[in-house]
């Protein structure tokens, strides 16, 4: 039959297809509130704080919102749908605009770290972009549909340094503070592609059903899927963190500390736009596994020498790691839960995800500068290890796709 014979079904996929592209470029504008954030945040940090040993607490203040706010977003797609939430995130993301900016302006280093908690928010909600974007397909297009979304993260890490570049030096003598601004404005845009975005709002008789959390956290498929985000996203923090300053150590100018993180974000994004056909056609369990093994040989890379090349190297595959591992992970929880259940264990899963990253972050500036750059990389090895014996030990690497 062809597609003008239906147009039913033709019009239900155009549907599909344009929530989906708005979800991905909204990825791409709301995405570049964390590449300025952490562009700019320990640079101002360092500018206004009393002590300079707390030039990076911004930074971990954002990490600290992101954890905080994933279980209350949750909540609110809950009780009145996704769409709430994404305005929730992105009144937080104008926000952390004008906080940011006005915190330059008077000089304030705690008005900004109370910008970077809501620059943390409105992280928190962007990454909930691709489970919506899952809730938009039938089950056999989720995982493409995650894998479109995070694509949108290329632009993100694109558009964002670009507008710092361009806009630092705009208000002088207050640098930053036009680039805040501009943060801000960025976020109104988002608001309004989001608002074109139509999702199904929750039934009154959904707010209480389905099986209670504690029994879906219970399953072995749930188990593997958080376990396999959490760790490939803390590790892929703790390297990241720590890689610039390491670079540094090494004798190595900015400039090239600098481009080797521009190709770190690309090979973060960058196989979003074929990691939903892997997974289609090898099951997301072992592109998962893929994605801890290319982790793990960048810890092995950065442990073979400090060079410029060693470095590169080892955030381009950390970078492609990261996405195989959390792009499949977030598939597996999409298979852990039916549509009534979905908000509350999808928040569950950030909130485990990003509340522990927080101790990479934590960790990476101790552990660097106590002891070095290998036992950085050393310390990446173990929590892949027992990823990896988790994913085996459930049965999910064992369970067969569905060609």
């Not at 072992?286 to 590169?312: D, E």
Request: aromatic share 10%; net charge positive; with cysteine.
């Amino acid at each position: 039959m062809s597609k003008a014979a239906n147009p039913a079904l033709e019009a239900v996929q155009e549907h599909e297809r344009g929530n989906v592209a708005r979800l991905a470029i909204s990825q791409a504008l709301a995405g570049a509130n964390a590449t300025i954030v952490y562009a700019t945040g320990s640079v101002v940090g360092n500018m206004l704080a009393p002590d300079k040993a707390l030039s990076t607490l911004p930074i971990t203040i954002f990490v600290v919102g992101m954890a905080a706010c994933t279980l209350p977003a949750g909540m609110i797609a809950q009780r009145h749908g996704r769409r709430a939430a994404f305005l929730f995130g992105t009144g937080c993301g104008v926000l952390v605009g004008l906080i940011a900016a006005l915190a330059v302006l008077l000089g304030s280093f705690w008005l900004f770290c109370l910008a970077t908690f809501f620059g943390g928010a409105y992280a928190a909600v962007v990454l909930s972009f691709r489970f919506a974007a899952a809730d938009c397909v039938p089950p056999d297009r989720r995982a493409r549909a995650i894998s479109a979304v995070m694509a949108g993260g290329i632009f993100a890490g694109v558009l964002g340094p670009q507008l710092v570049t361009f806009t630092m030096d705009l208000w002088p003598p207050y640098i930053f503070a036009a680039t805040y601004l501009a943060q801000a404005a960025l976020a109104v845009v988002c608001t309004g592609v989001l608002i074109g975005v139509k999702l199904p709002t929750p039934k009154a008789a959904e707010a209480n059903t389905g099986r209670p959390l504690a029994e879906i956290a219970r399953q072995p498929r749930f188990i593997a899927a958080v376990t396999a985000g959490v760790i490939s996203y803390m590790i892929m923090n703790l390297v990241m963190t720590s890689a610039p300053l390491a670079m540094r150590f090494c004798g190595i100018s900015q400039g090239d500390a600098n481009l080797g993180l521009q190709w770190h974000v690309i090979a973060m994004y960058g196989p979003s736009f074929f990691t939903g056909r892997i997974i289609t056609r090898f099951g997301a369990p072992r592109v998962v596994i893929a994605g801890l093994v290319l982790t793990a040989l960048s810890a092995a890379v950065g442990l073979s020498g400090i060079t410029v090349g060693h470095f590169w190297l080892t955030l381009i595959l950390l970078g492609i790691g990261w996405n195989f591992g959390f792009v499949g992970a977030s598939t597996m929880v999409v298979e852990c839960h039916g549509s009534e259940e979905r908000n509350k264990v999808q928040s569950l899963n950030d909130f485990l995800v990003f509340g522990l990253m927080v101790v990479g972050s934590f960790a990476s500036g101790g552990l660097l500068n106590s002891y070095g750059w290998e036992m950085v990389c050393w310390v990446a090895l173990p929590p892949l290890l027992l990823a990896a014996v988790i994913l085996w030990t459930t049965g999910s690497f064992r369970t067969r796709p569905a060609i």
